[in-house]
Protein backbone atom coordinates (compact mmCIF):
# COMPACT_ATOMS: atom_id res chain seq x y z
CA UNK A 1 0.00 0.00 0.00
CA UNK A 2 1.21 3.41 -0.68
CA UNK A 3 2.37 5.15 2.26
CA UNK A 4 3.50 8.11 4.01
CA UNK A 5 6.11 8.35 7.22
CA UNK A 6 7.49 10.97 8.48
CA UNK A 7 11.75 10.60 8.99
CA UNK A 8 13.88 12.66 11.68
CA UNK A 9 17.38 13.15 11.16
CA UNK A 10 18.30 13.78 14.41
CA UNK A 11 20.54 16.44 15.61
CA UNK A 12 23.54 13.82 16.50
CA UNK A 13 23.48 13.14 12.69
CA UNK A 14 23.13 16.55 11.28
CA UNK A 15 25.95 17.71 13.67
CA UNK A 16 28.51 15.15 11.94
CA UNK A 17 27.17 16.38 8.15
CA UNK A 18 25.37 12.93 7.77
CA UNK A 19 22.20 14.70 6.53
CA UNK A 20 23.00 14.35 2.91
CA UNK A 21 24.04 10.87 2.89
CA UNK A 22 20.54 9.66 4.59
CA UNK A 23 18.61 11.60 2.29
CA UNK A 24 20.31 9.87 -1.05
CA UNK A 25 19.84 6.59 0.68
CA UNK A 26 16.09 7.69 0.99
CA UNK A 27 15.67 7.92 -2.90
CA UNK A 28 18.35 5.09 -3.63
CA UNK A 29 15.89 2.92 -1.65
CA UNK A 30 12.43 4.20 -3.84
CA UNK A 31 11.13 6.58 -1.31
CA UNK A 32 9.67 9.90 -2.57
CA UNK A 33 10.81 13.16 -0.37
CA UNK A 34 7.41 14.47 -0.37
CA UNK A 35 8.17 17.46 2.00
CA UNK A 36 11.64 18.68 3.52
CA UNK A 37 12.73 21.35 6.05
CA UNK A 38 15.09 21.78 9.07
CA UNK A 39 14.33 22.68 11.95
CA UNK A 40 15.09 24.10 15.81
CA UNK A 41 12.44 22.33 17.65
CA UNK A 42 11.31 24.35 21.04
CA UNK A 43 11.36 22.02 24.18
CA UNK A 44 7.46 21.87 23.98
CA UNK A 45 7.38 20.88 20.00
CA UNK A 46 10.01 18.06 21.10
CA UNK A 47 7.78 16.86 24.77
CA UNK A 48 4.97 17.07 22.67
CA UNK A 49 6.08 15.09 19.56
CA UNK A 50 7.39 12.07 22.47
CA UNK A 51 4.43 12.50 24.66
CA UNK A 52 3.87 9.00 24.59
CA UNK A 53 7.48 8.34 26.14
CA UNK A 54 6.63 10.83 29.22
CA UNK A 55 6.87 8.44 31.86
CA UNK A 56 10.43 6.78 30.34
CA UNK A 57 13.54 7.29 32.80
CA UNK A 58 15.20 8.53 29.34
CA UNK A 59 12.08 11.27 28.45
CA UNK A 60 14.19 14.44 29.82
CA UNK A 61 17.33 13.28 28.37
CA UNK A 62 15.55 12.27 24.73
CA UNK A 63 14.00 16.05 24.85
CA UNK A 64 17.14 17.60 25.90
CA UNK A 65 19.00 15.65 22.82
CA UNK A 66 16.49 16.64 20.30
CA UNK A 67 16.70 20.55 20.86
CA UNK A 68 20.30 20.22 21.03
CA UNK A 69 20.55 21.70 17.63
CA UNK A 70 18.70 21.69 14.56
CA UNK A 71 16.44 18.43 12.88
CA UNK A 72 15.65 17.28 9.00
CA UNK A 73 11.78 16.23 9.13
CA UNK A 74 11.14 14.77 6.00
CA UNK A 75 7.69 14.06 4.97
CA UNK A 76 8.55 10.02 2.72
CA UNK A 77 6.48 8.10 0.38
CA UNK A 78 6.20 4.68 -1.27
CA UNK A 79 4.92 1.20 -0.61
CA UNK A 80 4.93 0.39 2.63
CA UNK A 81 6.84 3.24 3.28
CA UNK A 82 6.23 2.75 7.67
CA UNK A 83 7.69 -0.57 8.05
CA UNK A 84 10.13 -0.04 5.00
CA UNK A 85 11.98 2.60 6.77
CA UNK A 86 11.73 1.26 9.99
CA UNK A 87 13.55 -2.02 8.25
CA UNK A 88 16.05 0.62 6.67
CA UNK A 89 16.65 2.71 10.10
CA UNK A 90 17.40 -0.60 12.04
CA UNK A 91 16.98 -1.45 15.66
CA UNK A 92 17.00 1.83 18.34
CA UNK A 93 20.67 0.59 19.79
CA UNK A 94 22.55 0.78 16.83
CA UNK A 95 25.14 -1.58 18.47
CA UNK A 96 22.43 -4.26 17.56
CA UNK A 97 21.23 -2.83 13.99
CA UNK A 98 21.75 -4.41 11.28
CA UNK A 99 24.79 -4.19 8.84
CA UNK A 100 23.85 -1.53 6.34
CA UNK A 101 21.18 0.25 8.20
CA UNK A 102 21.04 4.00 8.89
CA UNK A 103 21.56 3.53 12.74
CA UNK A 104 24.44 0.49 12.12
CA UNK A 105 26.23 3.30 10.03
CA UNK A 106 25.11 6.64 11.39
CA UNK A 107 23.77 6.25 14.86
CA UNK A 108 26.25 6.08 17.74
CA UNK A 109 24.28 4.83 20.76
CA UNK A 110 20.86 3.93 21.79
CA UNK A 111 19.57 7.66 22.45
CA UNK A 112 22.20 9.48 19.65
CA UNK A 113 20.93 6.94 17.19
CA UNK A 114 20.58 9.47 13.93
CA UNK A 115 16.88 8.92 12.87
CA UNK A 116 13.49 8.23 13.87
CA UNK A 117 10.62 7.08 12.15
CA UNK A 118 6.82 6.67 12.10
CA UNK A 119 6.60 3.34 13.67
CA UNK A 120 2.31 2.32 12.69
CA UNK A 121 0.10 4.10 10.51
CA UNK A 122 -1.21 5.59 13.36
CA UNK A 123 1.77 7.02 14.39
CA UNK A 124 2.38 8.90 11.02
CA UNK A 125 -1.29 10.15 10.89
CA UNK A 126 -0.28 11.93 14.53
CA UNK A 127 3.43 12.89 13.12
CA UNK A 128 3.18 13.90 9.69
CA UNK A 129 0.71 16.59 10.51
CA UNK A 130 2.71 17.51 13.92
CA UNK A 131 5.01 18.95 11.76
CA UNK A 132 4.05 19.81 7.97
CA UNK A 133 0.27 21.35 6.67
CA UNK A 134 -1.06 19.32 3.48
CA UNK A 135 -0.08 22.03 1.73
CA UNK A 136 3.54 22.02 2.44
CA UNK A 137 3.61 17.96 0.54
CA UNK A 138 4.57 19.53 -2.41
CA UNK A 139 6.95 16.81 -3.94
P1 LIG B 1 12.49 4.04 18.18
O1 LIG B 1 11.05 3.89 17.76
O2 LIG B 1 13.40 2.95 17.64
O3 LIG B 1 13.04 5.42 17.90
O4 LIG B 1 12.55 3.82 19.78
P2 LIG B 1 11.58 4.31 20.96
O5 LIG B 1 10.29 4.85 20.42
O6 LIG B 1 11.53 3.20 21.96
O7 LIG B 1 12.41 5.50 21.65
C1 LIG B 1 12.40 6.81 21.14
C2 LIG B 1 13.81 7.35 21.21
O8 LIG B 1 14.20 7.47 22.59
C3 LIG B 1 14.90 6.47 20.59
O9 LIG B 1 15.01 6.60 19.21
C4 LIG B 1 16.14 6.96 21.33
O10 LIG B 1 16.62 8.20 20.79
C5 LIG B 1 15.60 7.20 22.73
N1 LIG B 1 15.74 6.00 23.58
C6 LIG B 1 15.07 4.81 23.46
N2 LIG B 1 15.42 3.94 24.42
C7 LIG B 1 16.32 4.60 25.19
C8 LIG B 1 17.06 4.24 26.36
O11 LIG B 1 16.94 3.13 26.89
N3 LIG B 1 17.90 5.22 26.89
C9 LIG B 1 18.03 6.44 26.33
N4 LIG B 1 18.87 7.33 26.88
N5 LIG B 1 17.36 6.81 25.22
C10 LIG B 1 16.52 5.91 24.66
Redesign the pocket.
Known sequence: MLEQTLAII?PDAVRKKFSGAILARYEKEGFRIRAIKMRALSKGEAEGF?AV?RERP?FA??VA?MVSGPVVLVVLEREDAILGHRQL?G??DPSKAVKETLRALYGES????AV??S?SAETARFEIPYFFSTVELVG
Request: aromatic letters at 24%; a negative charge; glycine letters at 6%.
Open positions: KYHFSLFMATIEFNHGD
